[in-house]
């Protein structure tokens, strides 16, 4: 059944393929060129340098609009400016705010720039001549709109000019330009690179939903997305927000703080739901670091419910593989995004974070890095443990484990708090800012033994503590956040082996589900 609705969706997505590309051929491609072999043949135009650089600029100006205007009808609309696969919505965003028919426009300006290539007077006659069937078309068009969207439209064409684009621009429920040309390198990648095959692509509804997955590597939200064919605003960590926030800006990421429960944050989240746009997050809050899923933040499924929208849960089958945390670089593996419609909050993640995710029995590509998780050696507790492409090993006791599967870095990992639980842990570090750069500051001391954590012989009480990557160690305490690096040690090891010597209660982004 399934192999059935997998052919099926194939000929679907080929036989919509080839509709556009007839439509990109005949539309901008043979009937500009027959209005100008039309125009040049009866009357040989005399190309005029001083119109070339507006007759260039005009088209490319044209092409823009009419991709971005493309771009909107798909990602906001559901849909496409044709009548195989028509919009499911109506789009009064994007370029769709700054008039009614950026489409045209665009088309306009792009047969304009190439009759300026080509200056004739005939050729004026016949964009004349253009202009007022397109008005007829026009006028066609939004009555066939009016009877489809009803008030609704004709609130839009209350506030929107017709054709000149006058109107104030307002994103709404669609990306920005740069996002849709940042997709289609996305789709590029995960279609031809990586080849990640999506399972259950029917049990996406017709309207905006709400999407929560694992969080297997870095790259999962560009994978669904690009996948999946959404335009799907993500939560991102407010922390990681502020490093490279010239790049969520454009791709439509939401903030939320990570280190306490923000109204702000909730109440953004749930105006930018309620305005129609697909919101995604991960329940997990964080990356994995072996395979073996977190439990879900506190009020995910409170959250869920207030959002009162169809929950679409996806599982990423093999992501921990592609990019484990603890290492700094991809693996081209294999990978499977699978789709169920699930309403039910508990029900959906539990699909999202079941541990089919990924199979035990498999072996890393690579291991280098893996020390970041296995921070010291399972035998003789060595914490200069190190690793090579397809081993790892100690240098003190000779240890060395020749491509372990996964289950097993998993045991050796969680064979170390048992050894070090008596014991005391000593290094320096420098301390860095919310971006990860060095602060120019003294080296800090830090010391945990049975008496709790010292940071420069001061015993400091601590509330929350996270991981950025692999290697920041951010400590949370009185509303204050201070980050370190460590010198000799690895930033996973003190956040465990803290949780335990002091007792600090477990939080929400260090479980699994054992």
């Known amino acids: ?262 109204a702000n944050s909730i109440l953004k989240l749930l105006r930018i739901s309620k305005e129609g746009n697909i919101v995604g997050f991960f329940p997990e809050g964080t990356r994995i670091w072996d395979g073996r899923p977190y439990v879900p933040k506190e009020g995910i499924m409170k959250l869920m419910n207030m959002l009162k929208k169809p929950i679409v849960a996806v599982r990423i089958n093999g992501g921990h593989l592609n990019q484990p945390r603890w290492k700094n670089g991809f693996n081209k593996t294999s990978m499977e995004i699978v789709v169920e419609r699930i309403d039910d909050p508990e029900a959906a993640i539990d699909f999202s974070l079941s541990k089919k995710s990924y199979n035990p029995e498999n072996i890393y590509p690579d291991y280098r890095g893996v020390e970041n998780y296995i921070w010291a050696c399972p035998k003789c507790g060595n914490l200069k443990f190190r690793s090579k492409k397809d081993s790892i090993f100690c240098p003190q006791c000779g240890f060395e484990d020749i491509k372990p599967n996964i289950e097993k870095v998993q045991q050796y990992h969680d064979s170390l708090p048992e050894k070090f639980k008596n014991g005391t842990l000593i290094d320096k570090a420098k301390r860095i800012n919310i971006r990860g750069k060095d602060i120019i500051d003294k080296i800090y001391k830090f010391e945990l033994n049975d008496e709790g954590l010292f940071i420069n012989d001061e015993k400091i009480e601590v509330d929350l503590m996270m991981i950025d990557g692999y290697s920041d160690f951010y400590i949370y305490k009185d509303r204050k956040m201070k980050g370190f690096r460590f010198q000799k040690t690895k930033a996973l090891m003190w956040k465990e082996m803290i949780e335990i010597k002091c007792n600090v209660k477990r939080n929400r982004y260090i479980f699994r589900d054992k």
């Not at 490319?60 to 028509?86: E, H, M, Q, R, V």
């Not at 720039?113 to 006028?139: E, K, P």
């Not at 849709?180 to 017709?206: C, H, Q, W």
């Open 1 to 262: 059944m399934r192999e059935d609705i997998l052919k099926r969706e194939d000929n679907f997505d080929k036989k919509l393929l080839f509709i556009i590309v007839m439509n990109i051929i005949m539309y901008w491609m043979v009937f500009p060129a027959l209005l100008l072999f039309f125009t040049s043949f009866l009357f040989i135009g005399k190309p005029n340098f001083w119109l070339t650089i507006p007759g260039v600029s005009s088209i490319i100006l044209g092409l823009l609009f009419s991709f971005w205007a493309t771009g909107d009808l798909f990602f906001g609309g559901y849909g496409l400016p044709l009548k195989y696969s028509p919009t499911k919505r109506l789009v009064k965003d994007g370029m769709y705010s700054v008039c009614r028919h950026p489409l045209y426009l665009g088309f306009s300006l792009y047969l304009l720039g190439l009759f300026f290539l080509n200056v004739t007077s005939m050729g004026l006659i016949i964009y004349l001549i253009y202009l007022g069937v397109l008005a007829i078309i026009i006028i066609k068009e939004e009555r066939e709109l009016r009877e489809r969207f009803g008030k609704n439209y004709d609130e839009y064409i209350n506030n929107t000019p017709i054709f000149f684009p006058t109107g104030s621009y307002n994103s709404g429920v669609c990306p920005s330009l740069v996002w849709m040309f940042l997709f289609l390198a996305g789709k590029f990648v995960s279609t031809f690179v990586y080849r990640i095959k999506v399972i259950g692509r029917e049990n996406i509804p017709d309207e905006d939903f709400l999407l929560i997955s694992n969080h297997t590597n870095f790259f999962d939200p560009v994978f669904i997305i690009c996948r999946l064919n959404k335009y799907i605003r993500f939560t991102a960590s407010d922390h990681f927000y502020q490093r490279i926030h010239y790049i969520f800006k454009f791709t439509g990421s939401i903030p939320i703080k990570r280190w306490d429960t923000s």
